[in-house]
């Protein structure tokens, strides 16, 4: 069936380190990938995604490509601020289905 | 901007009480789903609907029902509140898309439900 797997937190990084969140999936077909992230005391909103093989999401400086060889898709930030202190779901939609499938989350805290 | 609204934020309950929780969206989105959101074990999909009248069971049903009469809103019933069911609740809606999968969801802010 169809899955994602992401990387436990929770994640403390100093401002200005690298961030990876580790993500991969299990899936037929050519699901389409997002990132998400949710800010304390709200819902979540997308942060990123990719519909295809080889493409790359990015905003805020995040990135994320969509690797189907290695069925991953890893988030990246080459300089996290305080600001980005929050949870990330990695997520997949399968070809022809409705229900999107969630990671667990990952937790990350940026320090000062 | 999309926006989807949930009626509470904050909701006491006691156990035994039904309990509805209203969710609004303003895209003309056809799809929306219920989520309960709990610590360890991320978003689990209670029930979604992908057209007016139209409802389909998720991963963890059981002790709710869902009403969709009008394509903005979709509500979310406990018929007999548990101490079980205290959580995060997620409501979200998205459009359809040509390619037969669910395009970005987007999330309402979530009601935190306690049931005593």
């Given at each position: 069936?169809?899955?994602?797997?992401?990387?436990?937190?929770?994640?403390?990084?100093?401002?200005e380190?690298?961030?990876?969140?580790?993500?991969?999936y299990?899936?037929t077909?050519?699901?389409?990938?997002?990132w998400?992230?949710?800010?304390?005391?709200?819902?979540?909103?997308?942060?990123l995604?990719?519909?295809?093989?080889?493409d790359?999401?990015?905003?805020?400086?995040?990135?994320?490509?969509?690797?189907?060889?290695?069925?991953?898709f890893?988030?990246?930030k080459g300089?996290?601020?305080?600001s980005?202190?929050?949870?990330?779901?990695?997520?997949?939609?399968?070809?022809?289905?409705?229900?999107?499938?969630?990671?667990?989350?990952?937790?990350?805290f940026?320090?000062? | 901007d999309?926006?989807?609204?949930?009626?509470?934020?904050?909701l006491?309950?006691?156990?035994?009480e039904?309990v509805?929780?209203?969710c609004?969206?303003?895209?003309?989105?056809?799809?929306m789903?219920w989520?309960?959101?709990?610590?360890?074990?991320?978003?689990?999909l209670?029930?979604?609907?992908?057209?007016?009248?139209?409802?389909?069971?998720?991963?963890?049903?059981?002790g709710?029902?869902?009403?969709?009469?009008?394509?903005?809103?979709?509500?979310?019933?406990?018929?007999?509140a548990?101490?079980?069911q205290?959580?995060?609740?997620?409501?979200?809606?998205?459009?359809?898309?040509?390619?037969?999968?669910?395009?970005?969801?987007?999330?309402?802010?979530?009601?935190?439900?306690t049931?005593?």
């Amino acid at each position: 069936g169809n899955s994602v797997t992401q990387m436990e937190g929770p994640v403390t990084l100093s401002e200005e380190a690298f961030l990876t969140i580790n993500c991969t999936y299990t899936a037929t077909g050519y699901p389409s990938l997002f990132w998400y992230v949710q800010y304390p005391g709200e819902g979540l909103q997308l942060l990123l995604k990719a519909t295809k093989a080889d493409d790359k999401g990015s905003n805020k400086g995040f990135e994320a490509t969509y690797r189907k060889e290695t069925t991953s898709f890893h988030l990246e930030k080459g300089s996290v601020q305080v600001s980005d202190s929050a949870v990330y779901f990695c997520a997949l939609s399968p070809t022809g289905g409705f229900k999107t499938i969630f990671g667990a989350g990952t937790r990350l805290f940026v320090k000062a | 901007d999309v926006k989807v609204t949930q009626s509470s934020r904050y909701l006491v309950k006691r156990t035994g009480e039904k309990v509805f929780l209203e969710c609004v969206q303003d895209m003309d989105h056809e799809n929306m789903f219920w989520y309960r959101q709990d610590p360890g074990l991320g978003l689990r999909l209670i029930y979604f609907s992908y057209d007016v009248k139209m409802k389909e069971k998720g991963d963890i049903p059981e002790g709710y029902s869902v009403s969709r009469e009008k394509k903005e809103r979709f509500s979310l019933i406990l018929e007999s509140a548990s101490t079980n069911q205290t959580s995060m609740y997620l409501c979200a809606s998205s459009p359809r898309t040509g390619r037969g999968t669910t395009d970005t969801q987007y999330f309402g802010p979530g009601t935190r439900l306690t049931v005593l």
